[in-house]
């Protein structure tokens, strides 16, 4: 069955500090891996996705298919992270994704 | 553009009675989708349009539930003979696409239903 686990509901790190989301999936193809963030009041939107292999606000993701894993990863942690973090997966060539339960970020001055 | 238009974005209602709620997307966006979220959850995929086609459709929607997008532009959701398990925020999304590649969604505000 395809699911898309996080483990962590909240994670609270200092300003400046490393910050990891953890994201673990389980799916029998070729998945497309994003993640979303949610800031207070605004919307869902997309932060990055796999095949981009880019950074965006300065975070990164790397997926591990070996671990199925996609895990969310800055080096310098900014109090304008704060947010809720959803790690989603896509079935290439269906349209169905999957949305983690979310990880809740907060960055302490 | 003002991105993702959902209405209304709050519905109160009675339990039993029907609820429908509005999606218009992004003008040049071929594919939407309808979502479901409950409180400490992330959205649960409830169905998916590409042009006025339904393609897909989880077995979380169940026969109370019907959408539709006709000519492929907004879509609505219809919730009949509403239950207390219904309250919920419901996410709609589009995206721009052809073939299997999965472009990214751009998400709507939601309409919060509360049943009473």
């Known amino acids: 069955a395809q699911r898309v686990t996080q483990p962590e509901k909240l994670l609270s790190v200092f300003k400046g500090a490393p910050v990891e989301l953890k994201c673990n999936y389980s799916y029998s193809g070729s998945p497309e891996l994003f993640w979303y963030v949610q800031y207070s009041r605004q919307r869902l939107q997309l932060l990055l996705r796999h095949i981009s292999r880019e950074s965006i606000k300065g975070f990164t993701a790397d997926l591990n298919k070996g671990e199925t894993s996609f895990h969310l990863k800055k080096p310098f942690a900014q109090e304008e992270d704060s947010a809720m973090y959803y790690c989603?997966?896509?079935?290439?060539?269906?349209?169905?994704?999957?949305f983690g339960a979310g990880t809740r970020l907060f960055v302490k001055a | 553009d003002t991105g993702v238009s959902q209405n209304p974005r709050h519905k109160i209602t009675k339990r039993g009675q029907n609820v429908t709620f509005r999606c218009d997307p992004i003008?040049?966006?071929?594919?939407l989708y309808w979502y479901r979220q409950t409180l400490g959850q992330g959205p649960e995929f409830l169905t998916y349009f590409q042009n006025e086609a339904q393609l897909e459709k989880s077995r979380l929607l169940s026969d109370r539930f019907s959408a539709e997008r006709p000519k492929g532009s907004f879509s609505t959701l219809e919730i009949q003979r509403t239950e207390q398990g219904d309250s919920a925020m419901y996410l709609c999304a589009s995206s721009v696409g052809t073939g299997p590649s999965n472009q990214p969604q751009h998400f709507g505000d939601g309409t919060r239903l509360s049943i009473l």
């Open positions: 003008s040049e966006h071929n594919r």
């Open positions: 989603a997966l896509s079935n290439t060539g269906g349209f169905k994704t999957i």
